[in-house]
């Protein structure tokens, strides 16, 4: 029951304690719920590596009060199964957003890089939330229209850039760029060893190093992909070697920056690819 008000909300209908692994599911999430939902998001600094991050008892007293968590899974977040698993809770949706993702790719938990990826899990998210507050379904599809029509100007720079720089040879530090590199069409130079192990906080292969290495000191690759959250000497190294020969160095990062959303994000990091790009190649 309830009437509905103008603002979409409804006279009986609470707020959703909801709490996202991380920062660009929780904004994923408020962007869906709108002032239905209480998010937090606990890993949301871009200046920390993910992979090192502890939680505490505030993330244990949020996670056990919530009635919605969305994660990451694929092992990119294992921290979170642990604080469910400390309070079993059989009424609270647990979303994984690399289950629910549609285009993934082997070997690479970094799913919500990949554009292609969020109809299925915005679909998903709206779907928990009718559930939990179905006084305000009509609500959350409108904010789902919404939210699905703000990644086609993603789609679209994505879409341009391949036409423009298919095959232009590039250097990542690491996988989680290949979301959006393969739709791109970019040559990925880079041993998909090095990538891997850097990704995963691993010593990469020593022959994969100097591959890298090699790819860049003889110019090989146009610009370097470097992601700015899992610093190594190792990375560090390629990123001055790329400065050294003025090949462009792109940075991307794994947590949303402060004062973003998703989309800004993104097409953000997509505008400064594109230039460096034209910049690298002439075109």
């Known amino acids: 029951g309830g009437t509905p008000t103008g603002n979409g909300s409804t006279s009986n209908s609470q707020v959703i304690q909801v709490v996202a692994a991380e920062n660009f599911y929780g904004d994923i999430v408020k962007q869906l719920g709108g002032s239905?939902?209480?998010?937090?998001?606990?890993?949301?600094?871009?200046?920390?590596?993910?992979?090192?991050?502890?939680?505490?008892?505030?993330?244990?007293?949020?996670?056990?009060?919530?009635?919605?968590?969305?994660?990451?899974?694929?092992?990119?977040?294992a921290?979170?199964?642990?604080?469910?698993?400390?309070?079993?809770?059989?009424?609270r949706v647990v979303l994984v957003g690399a289950n629910?993702?549609?285009?993934?790719?082997?070997?690479?938990?970094?799913?919500?890089?990949?554009?292609?990826?969020?109809?299925?899990?915005a679909q998903a998210i709206t779907a928990a939330l009718k559930k939990l507050d179905t006084a305000d379904a009509s609500t959350f599809d409108s904010n789902l229209a919404t939210f699905r029509q703000s990644l086609i100007l993603l789609e679209q720079k994505i879409r341009e850039i391949n036409k423009k720089y298919r095959g232009t040879p590039v250097a990542l530090t690491e996988t989680i760029y290949l979301y959006q590199a393969v739709p791109e069409g970019l040559a990925m130079l880079t041993p998909f060893d090095f990538q891997k192990a850097i990704a995963e906080g691993n010593?990469?292969?020593?022959?994969?190093?100097?591959?890298a290495n090699n790819q860049i000191t003889r110019k090989e690759v146009k610009i370097l992909i470097y992601n700015a959250q899992t610093v190594t000497p190792i990375?560090?190294?390629?990123?001055?070697?790329?400065?050294?020969?003025?090949?462009?160095?792109?940075?991307?990062?794994?947590?949303?920056?402060?004062?973003?959303t998703y989309q800004t994000w993104m097409i953000d990091q997509l505008n400064t690819l594109q230039l460096s790009l034209a910049t690298a190649t002439g075109k």
Do not use: C, F
């Open 203 to 211: 010593d990469p292969p020593a022959d994969t190093v100097i591959e």
């Open 100 to 121: 629910i993702a549609d285009h993934k790719l082997p070997d690479n938990p970094h799913v919500w890089y990949g554009i292609e990826n969020m109809p299925a899990i």
């Open 235 to 260: 990375t560090t190294n390629l990123q001055n070697k790329a400065k050294n020969l003025n090949i462009p160095v792109v940075p991307v990062s794994e947590t949303m920056p402060p004062g973003k």
């Open 36 to 77: 239905h939902v209480a998010v937090t998001s606990i890993l949301s600094n871009p200046n920390v590596d993910p992979h090192e991050y502890e939680s505490n008892v505030q993330t244990a007293i949020a996670v056990s009060k919530a009635q919605l968590v969305v994660e990451n899974g694929n092992g990119y977040d």
């Open 79 to 91: 921290w979170m199964d642990r604080l469910l698993s400390a309070s079993p809770n059989n009424s």
